[in-house]
């Protein structure tokens, strides 16, 4: 049962993480496309890559929170902690 409670701890975290990346992805790629004075190209490639990085990160975040769910659904306990 303390396994299943960790891991659902996980998941609801890891699912957070993702959210706020998702929230931080929107804030860099609205610096890369605003037309903002003194932004230089460099400026602009840091942005985008920065928005690629917490985007691939994620996606990893909710990947890895489902992969947790989908082992809570395979438990019995897991079972009973989701449908609360």
């Known amino acids: 049962m303390n396994t299943a409670k960790n891991?659902?701890?996980k998941m609801n975290d890891f699912k957070r993480f993702g959210f706020m990346l998702l929230a931080?992805?929107?804030f860099l790629y609205l610096g890369t496309?605003?037309?903002?004075a003194g932004k230089t190209d460099h400026k602009t490639?840091?942005?985008m890559a920065g928005t690629i990085i917490t985007l691939s990160a994620a996606a990893?975040?909710?990947?890895?929170?489902q992969?947790?769910?989908k082992v809570l659904l395979e438990s019995e306990?897991?079972?009973n902690l989701?449908?609360?």
């Open 7 to 9: 891991l659902y701890g």
């Open 24 to 26: 931080l992805t929107a």
């Open 33 to 36: 496309v605003m037309p903002i």
């Open 45 to 47: 490639n840091v942005l």
């Open 60 to 65: 990893f975040f909710f990947y890895y929170s």
């Open 67 to 69: 992969r947790c769910k």
């Open 77 to 79: 306990e897991g079972q």
């Open 82 to 84: 989701l449908d609360k």
